[in-house]
């Protein structure tokens, strides 16, 4: 079974500054995907970032990044010049590619101030 | 596009009763899932479906029930509810895992209060 750790409950930061969260992930597949997922308090949960673990690239959109490690099982998003609206929970999530077992599993997520 | 939908999105329920949260989506997405949030932690997996006709637990599952009669469709039932089940719901779907576009679609959730 797949496992996702994000071991930092909360976190702040200072606006226009950066930020990175932690995430860690247990797993015997070789082919999966890994994603950061945004909550506001709207409650609407809504995709940040992508990665797929054949890329060794690292997946960037806008001020997002992560930096994916294979061999360490580690998968961080690096938030740039942090703004109000990015105050959220942020979940990190994992999805193997194949078969009938492709279910998307969480971690608890890790809460994100950001201070104007 | 109306993308996932939830119904209700608030429901209070008295302790035994039971109800069916509603879940529909029209992207043609093959893999549906349900999880409940309780409050401040994440996202745990109730049961998702594969396919019409197709269905299996997640992590929680007890004292609830599913069915996918329809591709579009996934309702999940709560039968006697109790203070426990209090929670947030969602419903998501996903297309085949692998594609370029491999993502879940979240609905906007259900806050479900049993007392």
């Known amino acids: 079974a797949q496992t996702v750790t994000q071991s930092q409950p909360e976190m702040s930061v200072q606006e226009a500054e950066t930020v990175t969260l932690s995430c860690t992930y247990d797993?015997?597949?070789?082919?999966?995907?890994l994603f950061w997922y945004k909550q506001p308090p709207s409650r609407q949960m809504i995709l940040v970032i992508r990665?797929?673990?054949?890329?060794?690239q690292n997946a960037t959109e806008n001020r997002f990044s992560v930096n994916f490690q294979k061999a360490a099982k580690s998968f961080s998003l690096k938030i740039s010049d942090s703004q109000l609206g990015d105050t959220a929970m942020y979940f990190c999530?994992?999805?193997?590619?194949?078969?009938?077992?492709?279910?998307?599993?969480f971690g608890k997520g890790i809460t994100l101030s950001v201070r104007p | 596009n109306a993308g996932v939908t939830q119904t209700p999105k608030f429901r209070i329920l008295k302790i035994g009763q039971s109800m069916t949260l509603q879940c529909a989506q029209d992207?043609?997405?093959?893999?549906m899932y349900w999880y409940r949030q309780d409050p401040g932690m994440g996202l745990k997996l109730i049961y998702y479906?594969?396919?019409?006709?197709?269905?299996d637990k997640g992590e929680v599952p007890n004292g609830y029930n599913v069915s996918r009669s329809t591709t579009e469709d996934f309702p999940l039932r709560l039968e006697l509810a109790a203070p426990s089940q209090t929670s947030v719901y969602f419903c998501?779907?996903?297309?085949?895992?692998?594609?370029?576009?491999?993502?879940?679609?979240f609905g906007q959730g259900t806050r479900l209060t049993v007392v």
């Open positions: 479906s594969v396919g019409a006709g197709i269905t």
């Open positions: 998501a779907s996903s297309p085949i895992i692998g594609g370029l576009n491999t993502e879940a679609f």
């Open positions: 990665q797929e673990a054949y890329k060794q």
């Open positions: 999530a994992f999805m193997k590619v194949a078969g009938a077992n492709s279910k998307l599993t």
């Open positions: 797993t015997s597949e070789n082919n999966y995907y």
């Open positions: 992207m043609n997405h093959n893999y």
